[in-house]
């Protein structure tokens, strides 16, 4: 097998290993949420004690990166594709981060309907999950202009944010709502809100591997 190949095997199994991480954060994330609308405390619980999962997931990713550039010497676009993916696992993990958080918050609230607190929050959940996925899925396919409608996408997270925001201070005003209950909640939009800007980074990172450029500056 030509040098070649193997190096190209080893990426095919660099981007697989990273499709299994984003995997099993989405279906943390699902698990997370399923288990608030069915009010699956155990769930919730076993849930924590998965954190590790994502944790060595991160440290299998890093190593394949680390052994790709030390042992293969990738250049040009190979080394790009590299590069990213070593930016692009730690995201994947800070979102992982963020849903063990907001776990923690849910099970503070005791397992309150969130919808109760802002009609806008349910339309966040869901947008911020498909905004992660849709980001992940663009990085692995390589395809620059689908990464730059993610990365516009934000704007429709951050209104969303807004929106919940402003539902939680007339409730504050209002005396509706428990004021404890409304700084969490508002502590979980933000939570959601940072997958967001996670989603856009993992976007940005596959406008690197095709063009050398983050965020308008060349970097290699």
Known sequence: MSPRTVFE????????????MCFQVEAVYDKLFQALEKQDKASLLELLEQDSIVKDMEKKVEYRCLSLITKQHPIARDLRMVSASLKVVTDIKRVGDQVTDMAELIL?????DLSQFSQYLPEMITATKEMFGDAVDVFLRRDKEAAETVIAGDDRIDDLFNLV??????LLRTEKANADDCIDVLMLAKH?????????????????????????TRLL
């Open 9 to 20: 095997q080893e990426l095919k199994e660099l981007r697989e290993e990273l499709k299994k």
């Open 108 to 112: 503070r609230m005791q397992m309150k």
């Open 165 to 170: 925001k402003e539902d939680l201070v007339e």
């Open 192 to 216: 959601l809100e940072k997958i967001g800007d996670h989603a856009v980074n993992v976007a940005e990172w596959e406008i690197f591997q095709e063009t050398g450029n983050m965020r308008d």
